[in-house]
């Protein structure tokens, strides 16, 4: 699995997983739950996941919805 982005941000992560389902690509996102163990300290953020095969695509489909910056480097 390649890594889009990492944040803590969950407005930021449901439009990415609205705008990634809508284009047919499956997510996952990492360490959600350790996440809410440690509260708001903020220093585990949530990792956005896709496979390898669909990572073009999905860094297109991030960037035509004008995220390219949230993006990680990859």
Not at 7 to 24: C, M, P
Not at 32 to 37: D, E, G, K, R
């Amino acid at each position: 699995m390649v890594e889009l982005l990492r944040t803590n941000d969950l407005v930021l992560i449901s439009l990415v997983e609205a705008i990634l389902r809508e284009a047919g690509i499956d997510i996952f996102i990492a360490d959600q739950h350790m996440s809410a163990l440690e509260g708001s300290l903020g220093f585990l953020p949530r990792r956005v996941l896709v496979l390898e095969d669909d990572a073009a695509e999905a860094r297109a489909a991030l960037a035509e919805g004008g995220l390219s910056e949230e993006l990680s480097d990859g």
